[in-house]
T-cell receptor
Framework: AQKVTQAQTEISVVEKEDVTLDCVYETRDTTYYLFWYKQPPSGELVFLIRRNSFDEQNEISGRYSWNFQKSTSSFNFTITASQVVDSAVYFCALRPYNFNKFYFGSGTKLNVKP | NAGVTQTPKFQVLKTGQSMTLQCAQDMNHEYMSWYRQDPGMGLRLIHYSVGAGITDQGEVPNGYNVSRSTTEDFPLRLLSAAPSQTSVYFC?????????????????FGSGTRLTVV
């Protein structure tokens, strides 16, 4: 069975604080991809990152960083020095390697207050 | 601009009416899919297609039909609308899994259709 859990329904922080969004997944596949998407208030879904299961290196892109740990089946997303424009719903998703079906978490709503 | 185009953006239907949500992409993606987004439930797959003439069911296919006559288009049909189908619908496309060109982008999503069934 495939499942993605985002236990944090909503998080509120003050601008410039760091914030980590948690993602825990379940899969029996040995090869898979993990994704993060951002959904701002305007409603569109914006691709942020893809990570494959055999590459556990952490990744940093500007203020964004991702921590992938196969041992705990987690793919957490950290925003450093948050900004009001980071306010959005963030989705974590899992995709088995040879199958194009995505399994999405229920999303975490991030509110960044000025 | 290249991308996924969904129409309409908003729609109100009466129970029992039928309609078609349109989705078109110009990126030559083999894979296309429809998701619905409901509060607290993330996105759930309705139907998908891996190429023209090939479609298959996702998690929540009941009440919906799809067809894929061309690579570019993947319309979603509601046969007899019900209030439970009130949702935001997203169309998404990508290259097939394992292809090199699919490596960096995951899905490309349309901007969504907000459907209300009264």
């Amino acid at each position: 069975a495939q499942k993605v859990t985002q236990a944090q329904t909503e998080i509120s922080v003050v601008e410039k604080e760091d914030v980590t969004l948690d993602c825990v997944y379940e899969t029996r596949d040995t090869t898979y991809y993990l994704f993060w998407y951002k959904q701002p208030p305007s409603g569109e879904l914006v691709f942020l990152i893809r990570r494959n299961s055999f590459d556990e290196q952490n990744e940093i892109s500007g203020r964004y960083s991702w921590n992938f740990q196969k041992s705990t089946s987690s793919f957490n997303f950290t925003i450093t020095a948050s900004q009001v424009v980071d306010s959005a719903v963030y989705f974590c998703a899992l995709r088995p390697y040879n199958f194009n079906k995505f399994y999405f978490g229920s999303g975490t709503k991030l509110n960044v207050k000025p | 601009n290249a991308g996924v185009t969904q129409t309409p953006k908003f729609q109100v239907l009466k129970t029992g009416q039928s309609m078609t949500l349109q989705c078109a992409q110009d990126m030559n993606h083999e894979y296309m899919s429809w998701y619905r987004q409901d509060p607290g439930m993330g996105l759930r797959l309705i139907h998908y297609s891996v190429g023209a003439g090939i479609t298959d069911q996702g998690e929540v296919p009941n009440g919906y039909n799809v067809s894929r006559s061309t690579t570019e288009d993947f319309p979603l049909r509601l046969l007899s609308a019900a209030p439970s189908q009130t949702s935001v619908y997203f169309c998404a496309s990508s290259y097939l899994p394992g292809s090199r060109t699919e490596a960096s982008y995951g899905y490309t999503f349309g901007s969504g259709t907000r459907l209300t069934v009264v």
